[in-house]
């Protein structure tokens, strides 16, 4: 690559063998440069602040802080905005995962994922987008905000949207990127991208993966389709 920097990535996982053979993957990319290996959550925070990386592959599993504090800690530091967390997961019905989305993570993969769809996950986690394994996500949000219904109703949580704005959180919702919303509602992929940017400004969402589990909170989209 040429005139592009790399994708930073930091890797969090206490298994060093599991880091080890993430780090001979993604250091075979030119594109993807490691910045940082953490044992822990808390040294994922530390490191996360040192080393500013665009991705965390973030484990929950892990000692003295887990991945899901250390994503929420990540989310709310000051100047760390930025920084994107893909959660990894060994399982597909983890209720954990739920959690991790809602303190700012940007996606979850499970760590059977092969290699390829590994870096196409922190391709597009690093361009600003979400990603949730598609095998599990519809199963897994309906499952916890089931039990987990907002207190205030979806319809007073939704009132500030236009109408066209419920219909594209309503497509997000269903794991579907802004050139696909754009085709479904007939618009430019432009409008649908600031229709997206909009929605997250009116509800306080910090990214995509926090709109796709509102959707689901507030009703918008169906839990049992």
């Not at 080393?51 to 800690?73: C, K, S």
């Not at 007073?156 to 497509?171: G, H, I, M, N, Y």
Request: aromatic letters at 4%; glycine letters at 8%.
């Amino acid at each position: 690559m040429t005139g592009t920097l790399p994708i930073k990535v930091l890797l969090a996982d206490d298994e060093r063998l599991v880091r080890s053979g993430f780090k001979v993957l993604l250091d075979l990319e030119d594109d993807i440069a490691v910045v940082g290996e953490a044992t822990n959550g808390a040294e994922a925070v530390e490191l996360a602040r040192a080393t500013r990386p665009d991705v965390v592959l973030m484990d929950i599993r892990m000692p003295r802080l887990d991945g899901i504090r250390a994503t929420g800690q990540i989310a709310e530091t000051n100047g760390l905005e930025q920084v994107k967390v893909l959660i990894l997961t060994t399982y597909d019905t983890d209720d954990n995962v739920f959690e991790a989305l809602q303190a700012g993570a940007s996606g979850f993969l499970l760590k059977d994922a092969g290699p390829a769809e590994l870096l196409h996950a922190i391709r597009v986690i690093a361009a600003g987008d979400a990603l949730l394994a598609p095998r599990v996500t519809r199963r897994l949000i309906s499952q916890f905000t089931a039990r987990r219904r907002a207190a205030k109703s979806g319809e007073d949580r939704l009132a500030v949207l236009t109408e066209r704005e419920r219909e594209v959180l309503a497509q997000v919702g269903q794991g579907m990127s802004n050139e696909e919303i754009s085709a479904a509602l007939f618009l430019s992929p432009a409008t649908a991208r600031t229709h997206v940017s909009r929605i997250m400004g009116k509800l306080g969402a910090r990214d995509r993966a926090q709109l796709v589990v509102i959707a689901y909170q507030t009703g918008l989209c169906d839990s049992h389709e």
